[in-house]
């Protein structure tokens, strides 16, 4: 139907990944501007958006068992953390004290994922039975039991304090620590870890988009929007809440690999409660239950301090004369945002831009 | 035999501790439907008020501490009104999520004033002496632990009290029953909100002093400690006071008899239970409870229609 794009002649049609011609074009132009930047970025500037990156990642997994299946997982750092683990140990290099066995990155990936998974598969017999807060306190307990065990299992992590080093950025054989020549262009390592995580990014995207119109993601529709509804009309609950789970610490896992192999070591005492809690805080701050939700809170989280400090070399203000230190500052403003996008914007940053962009759509009548 | 009457001793006081939090989260959680996680950054707010009063600005210590107790309890008091009462029949998770919020913001003033060293908490008996502690039979008590008991057994009194006999603790008990039908009977359910925070605020404020006192100091990481309420109120219930002490009294004595007993537990078990296991212990027994009766062991099981 030319010219009336909201018209939809069949289901296949509304529940297409890209609904209409403006989406797709949106999306190329968004991708392929991603990609430019990239040759253009300062090593800051790219650092910075890789993590956005694999932040959003871990963010969509959260997104799927809190969002779509209206699940409270308050440990999905905890999950972030076992992946970040089983690729140090499938892809590090073994010293005296931890153990690595060097292996390509085609395999350490997957598996990280499929580790964290299998955690969270294991945790569903629990997870299951249980629901609303009381599920947010077990998975609570979960979070520190994971940073006991991380914190003792010195062979594997390091030891509290001292942490290790994580996997070898080694692709097909190709060793991409020291970057690649491709024809007469140099990538060095940067550019590399962000082209592979915006592709990371956008298929985990694209694949969340396609999971809401499955017979899984709207089995978890039903389950968030009434679970005992949900089992009545035949929805298998175990099946699709451990599923949920498995899925999301899959997205964590993937992410923490990636996430640690970029900043190239890490540390038990890093995935304590904060880190769980900051997942929760931006998919609560971009929009839960939503697609692009998480992505613009994942954004939003890394590139806020960035803009604190331009701010404050704006204003010339020097870092001493300030009562915090950036950290606290960062700290307490995020705060601030869960707060003030719970009382006055519930739907998040996803909510702000849905507005906005429904009344561009309108322009210039009110609707 | 001593060993194991001073494990149940010191599981008993941190019982006592974790009591005065779990009761808070209790009557907060009976009475709005929210689980409120600012309650840990509430007690260690507290501890620090008391710290500042008594250590640095030189205070006696009796007044620092009555001070310090209300002042949290208005602190407590604040929160509610700016950040909870819009909230107000939001879905839970929204509102526990929003706590968290408040948890971040009032740890991140607290750690920054408390910086890297440790703080004391000043001398509550300065004849006696809070750091000290009295031999009894083999068994070595401290005041502090003892001090720990009986306030939480005189709070736990009054509480009861208050609740059996005053107008506002029977007003608040119609409030936690049923919302709507405690407003048509004229009670103010907004100042009853208030009043929970306030007692909650107190409560925690009690605590916080109990587990920073002496030589536990006052930390970056003194808030865990207070976290550590949490699984007791599971254990509980989250809608039972009866099941919050009783919580708290099986967390503490696990505790106790963990920190004491690791080396025969690791004997029995045959691996290395690892470092501070004591610590993890509450939560493991959560674990376990919660697979058993999912609405802990006091806890009303919730009814809902479809």
């Given at each position: 139907m030319r010219g009336r794009p909201n018209l939809y002649t069949d289901y296949s049609k509304e529940s297409a990944i890209f609904s209409n011609n403006t989406q797709k074009v949106w999306f190329v132009i968004v991708v392929i501007s991603a990609i430019v930047?990239?040759?253009?970025?300062?090593?800051?500037?790219?650092?910075?958006?890789?993590?956005?990156?694999?932040?959003?990642?871990?963010?969509?997994?959260?997104?799927i068992v809190s969002g779509f299946a209206g699940q409270i997982n308050l440990a999905h750092g905890f999950f972030v953390g076992i992946g970040t683990y089983t690729s140090a140990i499938i892809g590090g290099i073994a010293t005296s004290s931890v153990i690595g066995y060097e292996l390509d990155m085609i395999i350490w990936l997957p598996l990280s994922g499929i580790a964290a998974?299998?955690?969270?598969?294991?945790?569903?017999?629990?997870?299951?039975?249980?629901?609303?807060?009381?599920?947010?306190?077990?998975?609570?307990?979960?979070?520190?039991i994971g940073s006991h065990l991380f914190s003792n299992f010195k062979t594997v992590t390091g030891g509290a304090g001292l942490g290790r080093k994580v996997a070898k950025l080694k692709?097909?054989?190709?060793?991409?620590?020291?970057?690649?020549?491709?024809?007469?262009?140099?990538?060095?390592?940067?550019?590399?870890?962000?082209l592979i995580c915006l592709a990371l990014c956008i298929f985990t995207g694209l694949g969340v988009k396609n999971l809401i119109r499955t017979r899984a993601g709207r089995a978890y529709s039903a389950i968030r929007d009434g679970d005992i509804a949900a089992e009545a009309i035949g929805i298998n609950i175990f099946r699709y809440k451990s599923s949920a789970f498995a899925l999301s610490s899959f997205f964590g896992g993937i992410s923490g690999a990636m996430f640690f192999t970029v900043s190239g070591g890490v540390e038990p005492g890093t995935f304590n409660l904060l880190y769980s809690i900051i997942f929760v805080a931006i998919v609560v701050i971009g929009g839960a239950g939503t697609v692009l939700g998480p992505l613009f809170g994942a954004f939003f989280y890394t590139l806020f301090p960035a803009f604190i400090l331009v701010a404050i070399k704006a204003l010339e203000i020097s870092e001493q004369s300030l009562p915090l230190n950036l950290g606290q500052i960062e700290r307490i403003l995020f705060g601030l945002f869960i707060i003030l996008f719970l009382i006055f914007e519930p739907r998040g940053l996803w909510g702000i831009w849905f507005r906005l962009r429904n009344y561009f759509k309108a322009w210039p009548f009110s609707y | 035999m001593t060993i194991f009457l001073q494990a149940t001793v010191e599981g008993l006081s941190l019982a006592a501790i974790y009591s005065l939090v779990a009761i808070g989260f209790v009557l907060i959680y009976k009475s709005m439907d929210?689980?409120?996680?600012?309650?840990?950054?509430?007690?260690?707010?507290?501890?620090?008020?008391?710290?500042?009063?008594a250590v640095d600005r030189g205070l006696p210590f009796i007044p620092a501490l009555l001070l310090a107790i209300i002042l949290t309890g208005v602190l407590s008091l604040i929160i509610e009104r700016t950040f909870l009462r819009p909230m107000v029949g939001e879905p839970v998770f929204s509102v526990a999520v929003l706590t968290i919020g408040i948890d971040i913001l009032l740890r991140t003033f607290l750690d920054s004033w408390i910086g890297i060293n440790p703080r004391y908490l000043g001398d509550p008996f300065p004849t006696y002496g809070t750091l000290g502690s009295v031999n009894v039979g083999g068994i070595n008590l401290k005041y502090l632990e003892i001090a720990a008991l009986v306030t939480a057994i005189v709070l736990i009194t009054i509480l009861s009290i208050f609740f059996k006999r005053s107008k506002y603790g029977v007003a608040m008990r119609a409030t936690s029953f049923d919302q709507e039908a405690a407003l048509a009977q004229g009670i103010n359910v907004g100042r009853i909100f208030g009043l929970v925070w306030f007692i909650a605020g107190i409560l925690a404020a009690f605590s916080g002093f109990f587990m920073t006192g002496g030589f536990n100091t006052l930390s970056q990481f003194s808030f865990v400690k207070a976290l550590r309420a949490l699984p007791a109120v599971v254990i509980g219930g989250l809608d039972s006071i009866p099941g919050a002490v009783v919580g708290s009294i099986i967390i503490g004595l696990?505790?106790?008899?963990?920190?004491?007993?690791?080396?025969?537990?690791?004997?029995?078990?045959?691996?290395?239970?690892?470092?501070?296991?004591?610590?993890?212990?509450?939560?493991?027994?959560?674990?376990?409870?919660?697979?058993?009766?999912?609405?802990?062991?006091?806890?009303?099981?919730?009814?809902?229609?479809?």
């Open positions: 930047f990239s040759f253009f970025a300062s090593d800051y500037w790219l650092l910075l958006l890789t993590t956005a990156f694999l932040i959003a990642v871990a963010s969509w997994g959260l997104n998974s299998i955690v969270g598969l294991m945790i569903a017999p629990i997870t299951v039975r249980l629901k609303g807060l009381n599920l947010g306190l077990v998975t609570l307990a979960l979070v520190f692709l097909l054989g190709v060793d991409l620590e020291s970057g690649i020549q491709i024809g007469t262009y140099f990538l060095d390592k940067n550019e590399i870890l962000y | 929210v689980l409120s996680f600012a309650q840990p950054a509430l007690a260690v707010v507290g501890a620090g008020i008391i710290s500042s009063l696990t505790q106790g008899y963990v920190a004491y007993y690791q080396f025969q537990l690791e004997g029995i078990v045959g691996i290395s239970l690892g470092n501070g296991f004591s610590l993890l212990a509450p939560y493991l027994i959560m674990f376990v409870i919660l697979i058993f009766k999912p609405d802990g062991l006091f806890g009303t099981e919730e009814v809902e229609r479809v």
